[in-house]
């Protein structure tokens, strides 16, 4: 996909998961499952997948692990075989030369761009976080990463933004500080920078409808937030894209915003939002279990696991809003995804 074709793609709006690991009871890679769930994000209709990001841990990285690149390679292995084109994003962390190797991996397995994430440099100051990020961008596309600081993130400034939004390989900016005046900043410098070829896309858990159907407007200029790409996402992912789809066609209508309120109440069981975020995989991991998708919820940190109370709320949100989970679509198509 050229450059091109990946900022128009992205421009139109997509579903993009956030793709969780699949893990045995040994902790090790589930390769059929992990296959399994890239397979249900296509026929559900994402745009795109991410992978080797927050959702899909990092501790994937690590040498006593390993996953990293086989994890990339299963993902790319299955987004080739769809007969559509999907945008491939691949996680991208660390300090620069990690950065770098990473992003050179990811353009070997075909990955269109990288999400690039700052937290490994939460001291660094703004000229040398350009400086990472324009590394970075020399090597792949990159899609800016505003990440919340209650899971590993950094308060990123909008003079920050505005020298990002003026890197040529930028082609989009995920904006998730889970804060309206942070994303306010993120908005209002790429409005001020000029540039018309860099997408939007949510991360704010706790705002998605609403980031979706409001229209942002600064010194004359209305920008909207065109698509997501979420942890979120990946649980109930074809709904999800109905969602989408409803948020592009329809106007900012009292429906919408209750169903707005309705998906963040959900967000908060599977993020586990009362506990500070702790149980935020394993959350997901629970409800892709209870589809059958996942076999069990294991994590690579023999610590993170759901929090008292969490599967109660799972529960809870599931039966409250039986039109946003898509368990009848996951049950018609397991077996074919599991084959």
Not at 244 to 256: N, V, Y
Request: glycine share 10%.
């Amino acid at each position: 996909m050229e450059t091109s074709e990946l900022r128009a793609a992205l421009q139109s709006g997509l579903c993009i998961p956030a793709h969780p690991l699949a893990l045995n009871a040994a902790r090790k890679l589930d390769e059929r499952r992990q296959r399994a769930l890239s397979r249900y994000y296509i026929a559900a209709g994402a745009g795109g997948l991410a992978v080797g990001v927050h959702t899909t841990q990092f501790a994937i990285r690590e040498p006593c692990h390993g996953l990293f690149e086989p994890v990339l390679a299963l993902a790319a292995e299955e987004m080739r075989r769809a007969a559509r084109p999907l945008v491939r994003i691949g996680g991208i962390c660390g300090p620069t030369a990690q950065a770098v190797r990473e992003a050179e991996l990811l353009r070997a397995h075909g990955y269109h761009a990288g999400l690039l994430s700052l937290a490994a440099l939460r001291d660094a100051d703004e000229d040398a976080l350009i400086t990472h990020a324009r590394a970075v961008a020399g090597v792949i596309p990159i899609v800016g990463f505003y990440l919340q600081p209650a899971v590993g993130g950094r308060v990123l400034p909008l003079s920050f933004w505005r020298r990002f939004a003026a890197i040529e390989n930028v082609v989009a900016i995920k904006i998730a500080p889970f804060n309206r005046y942070q994303t306010l900043d993120v908005i209002r410098a790429l409005a001020e920078s000029g540039r018309e070829d860099i997408a939007l896309y949510t991360g704010n858990d706790d705002n998605i409808v609403a980031d979706l159907i409001t229209p942002f407007r600064f010194g004359g200029k209305e920008l909207r937030i065109t698509g997501g790409l979420l942890g979120h996402w990946s649980v109930w992912t074809q709904k999800a894209v109905e969602l989408l789809r409803r948020c592009k066609e329809d106007a900012a209508t009292s429906g919408l915003l209750r169903l707005g309120v309705e998906v963040t109440d959900s967000n908060a069981a599977f993020f586990d939002a009362a506990h500070g975020f702790h149980g935020c995989i394993a959350g997901l991991h629970e409800v892709l279990r209870r589809q059958g998708l996942l076999e069990g919820i294991w994590c690579l940190d023999e610590n993170e696991g759901l929090s008292p109370g969490q599967a109660k709320e799972i529960t809870r949100v599931h039966s409250a809003y039986p039109h946003l989970h898509d368990d009848a679509f996951v049950a018609r198509h397991l077996d074919q995804w599991l084959r």
